[in-house]
């Protein structure tokens, strides 16, 4: 593709919200939708569809996600503050429509694992919910929640504390083989994808181009 066209930062300014918002969204390219469970003190479930998902480090082995402005409610990371644990659910490409309808304003009192046609599963002495048709389930305990005053987003951060996968997508170098997962993944806000492993590279040294590994 050729002939690139340029939007500076006047012409961001001057979208209109939901066009800049599907704009910007869409900048990342492909990214991994999680379901997130949590539940609030009173025992209410709430499932929502995220896709602001990162790695921050292996010891502890930390995750984070964005959380958007509180100018309405979140029960997301409002019973994330309350109860201090929440899980991370893969999204396969046969569920991908009702993990979306997750993303819908429900009220308080409705759980998105009911409203959605997911079922939930528990862990003995884990306060959130996990998400029985995934595939890879993460159980993660509050580490920090860090406010981002320059758009008044939230960085949330967990630790890892459980991992559920099949035990044949473990690679022997400890890498989870998530291409065989059929996992789906997502660009922008709503245009989901199958993803596709190419190839994997060896570890790059300044001496050597990589080469590709084998499984």
């Given at each position: 593709m050729s002939n690139l066209h340029l939007w500076d930062k006047s012409d961001l300014e001057n979208m209109e919200q939901r066009y800049r918002a599907q704009f910007v969204n869409s900048l990342p390219g492909l990214k991994t939708p999680f379901l997130v469970g949590t539940q609030n003190a009173v025992g209410d479930t709430n499932l929502s569809i995220i896709s602001s998902v990162t790695h921050l480090g292996s010891s502890p082995a930390l995750m984070s996600m964005v959380m958007r402005p509180n100018t309405v409610e979140r029960h997301t990371i409002e019973n994330i503050k309350e109860t201090k644990f929440f899980t991370f659910n893969s999204v396969d490409i046969n569920s991908i429509s009702k993990a979306h309808q997750t993303s819908a304003r429900y009220g308080r009192e409705i759980s998105e694992f009911k409203a959605c046609g997911f079922n939930e599963i528990w862990e003995p002495d884990f306060e959130a919910p996990f998400v029985k048709e995934s595939v890879l389930q993460i159980g993660l305990k509050l580490a920090q929640i860090i406010h981002l005053d320059i758009n008044g987003c939230d960085l949330v951060i967990g630790e890892v504390v459980l991992v559920k996968a099949p035990f044949q997508?473990?690679?022997?170098?400890?890498?989870?083989?998530?291409?065989?997962?059929?996992?789906?993944?997502?660009?922008?806000?709503?245009?989901?994808?199958k993803s596709q492993k190419m190839m994997r590279l060896s570890y790059a040294k300044p001496d050597k181009m990589p080469t590709v590994i084998e499984e």
């Open positions: 997508a473990l690679a022997k170098d400890g890498s989870i083989k998530v291409d065989q997962l059929n996992l789906a993944s997502v660009s922008g806000l709503d245009r989901y994808h």
